[in-house]
């Protein structure tokens, strides 16, 4: 039984189609990412799964039952930290667990640690760099009772060398703690080096064209953007992504 299981998704807005009977199944500890072309519905998708919306057909279910409209199953940490600034970093990560009247104030000051915070955890957030605050939502998310993690594009704000260093701390964090994931990025490589495995979507209405197993070790270091193999991949991901009528980002673009 997959962890989540996505069967026949259809959703449409004003009478045009975004999501055409999308399927899409994640293994529990699994890293999976889906590229698609700017306004492919990845958004859509994760607003469904984390029941803001209600597709008009089809199901979502987790650890095989159906949460298809109801909200609290998942935890999801969106492309801005979403930190709230009159609360100090502990507080913050805490804050999931709070809601459910079970914080463990001890186990959160080990990750915060393990995130290179130590020192923080009394601070506000104003006092943390953005790739900082990032690594805080993350915590936040890994320390929410939640089984399954949304990440929406995560890292898109931050400079290039922060980036990277986000992709490496956010691989090892993954590895130690095997929460499954599923996350959202419009960067290849950023897929290619995170991933288990990535789906792609087409564009309008959405639905799956094509899925990518990673050949990859991990632990993965930084030489292995320069490889012959990630980069071959890139190029074969880039293609599927033009064949399904979508565009790349200027991210893609310029590399």
């Given at each position: 039984?997959?962890?989540?299981?996505?069967?026949?998704?259809?959703?449409?807005f004003a009478g045009r189609d975004i999501l055409k009977?999308?399927?899409?199944?994640?293994?529990?500890?699994?890293?999976?990412?889906?590229?698609?072309?700017?306004?492919?519905?990845?958004?859509?998708?994760?607003?469904?799964?984390?029941?803001?919306?209600?597709?008009e057909k089809g199901n979502v279910l987790l650890h095989g039952q159906a949460i298809t409209g109801e909200r609290g199953h998942i935890?999801?940490?969106?492309?801005?930290?979403s930190l709230f600034p009159w609360r100090t970093?502990?507080?913050?990560?805490l804050l999931g667990q709070e809601l459910t009247g079970k914080a463990d104030k001890e186990r959160a000051l080990d990750m915060i640690e393990k995130a290179g915070l130590a020192g923080y955890e009394n601070e506000l957030p104003a006092a943390l760099s953005g790739g900082m605050k990032q690594r805080a939502a993350f915590i936040r998310a890994l320390l929410s009772p939640q089984s399954l993690i949304l990440l929406d594009e995560p890292f898109?704000?931050?400079?290039?060398?922060?980036r990277q260093d986000m992709q490496q701390w956010l691989q090892s964090i993954w590895?130690?703690?095997?929460?499954?994931?599923?996350?959202?990025?419009?960067?290849i490589e950023e897929a290619l080096f995170l991933s288990?495995?990535?789906?792609?979507?087409?564009?309008?209405?959405?639905?799956?064209?094509?899925?990518?197993?990673?050949?990859f070790d991990?632990?993965?270091?930084?030489?292995?953007?320069?490889s012959r193999e990630l980069f071959e991949m890139k190029q074969e991901i880039s293609q599927w992504i033009v064949n399904g009528r979508g565009e790349l980002s200027t991210d893609e673009k310029d590399h």
């Open positions: 039984m997959s962890h989540l299981e996505i069967e026949d998704l259809s959703k449409s009977d999308l399927q899409l199944s994640v293994e529990e500890g699994e890293f999976v990412t889906i590229l698609g072309p700017s306004g492919s519905g990845k958004s859509t998708l994760f607003h469904i799964i984390g029941g803001l919306l209600t597709p935890s999801y940490m969106p492309q801005q930290h970093i502990l507080q913050n990560v898109s704000a931050l400079d290039d060398f922060t590895m130690e703690y095997k929460k499954t994931i599923l996350f959202v990025t419009h960067n288990d495995r990535i789906a792609i979507l087409s564009t309008k209405p959405a639905a799956m064209i094509k899925e990518f197993k990673l050949p991990r632990p993965r270091e930084k030489e292995l953007f320069f």
